[in-house]
């Protein structure tokens, strides 16, 4: 996907590693100013923003806690008109029989995947609608399509991220502000340093395209929602999977 050089802010919650941190070097690459985001990881931020300055690109860090209001409030209001959000960051992740799982196991993935992007939106909207032109990149996860078992309270919440999209980008098209969502598949990053490499072999024979991605498959595909070119397109989710689903 090709993507056109953009002058403007752009968000990308929890990038002190991980996807976040791919996606927050590869905007930063194609001309963003990236405010880069975290919560608690002081060095692994310094050392993202150092790789991003020592290429020559522009980064800032903005630390806040997204699952906080008045966090959230504080920080965006201090960084002026932001074009770009990438709502990235999340928690644990635990799989919970669902004998087990109880209504804050729910309420500790919403908060990510619902209550966080929810407060960012309303934070940057008011910059968005006076620019005539914004971009809301929720990242989701294939496993909202494949209903992955245990996992129910991480499924509903990234279907939950979903509904936002789908309802966001109805409310927001007429101020010219689109949002999609991503979905990567399993994508290895630095908490899956001690996988077994039989589990990555069973898990590429359910792909079509054989191998495990890497972040920046889906670095690339914010970049292009990111970018001038996906101008047209909202209320969207695609898949960075090689092929395990398709729609
Ligand atoms: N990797 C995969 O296989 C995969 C697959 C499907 C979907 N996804 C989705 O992709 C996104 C990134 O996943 P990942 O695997 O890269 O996760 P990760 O490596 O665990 O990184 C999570 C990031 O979120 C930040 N964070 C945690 N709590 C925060 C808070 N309260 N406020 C702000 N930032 C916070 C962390 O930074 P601090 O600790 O410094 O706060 C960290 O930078 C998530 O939405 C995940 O659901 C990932």
Wanted: hydrophobic fraction near 45%; aromatic fraction near 6%; proline fraction near 4%.
């Amino acid at each position: 996907m090709s993507v056109e050089r953009s002058v403007g802010k752009a968000l990308v919650t929890g990038a002190s590693r991980g996807l976040g941190a791919v996606i927050a070097e590869r905007l930063a690459a194609d001309g963003w100013h990236v405010l880069l985001n975290y919560a608690h990881d002081t060095a692994g931020a310094s050392a993202v923003a150092g790789r991003v300055r020592a290429q020559g690109h522009s980064i800032e860090i903005v630390k806040f806690d997204v699952t906080s209001e008045e966090e959230v409030a504080a920080a965006l209001a201090a960084a002026g008109p932001i074009a770009v959000v990438v709502n990235n960051a999340t928690g644990p992740q635990p799989e919970i029989p669902v004998e087990d799982q109880t209504w804050d196991d729910h309420l500790d993935q919403l908060k990510f995947f619902v209550k966080a992007p929810l407060l960012i939106l309303q934070a940057v909207l008011p910059g968005m609608k006076e620019a005539g032109t914004g971009r809301i990149i929720n990242i989701g996860s294939e496993v909202a399509d494949l209903g992955n078992p245990e996992f129910a309270q991480y499924v509903a919440a990234k279907m939950a991220m979903h509904g936002l999209t789908r309802s966001w980008a109805r409310a927001l098209g007429p101020f010219g502000i689109t949002v999609n969502t991503v979905e990567p598949g399993w994508i290895p990053v630095e908490r899956h340093a001690d996988v077994a490499a039989d589990s990555y072999e069973s898990y590429t024979k359910t792909l079509a395209l054989s191998h495990m991605g890497t972040p920046a498959d889906v670095a690339d595909t914010v970049a292009f929602f990111a970018a001038d070119g996906s101008r047209f397109v909202t209320g969207q989710r695609i898949a960075v999977n090689g092929g395990k689903t398709m729609s």
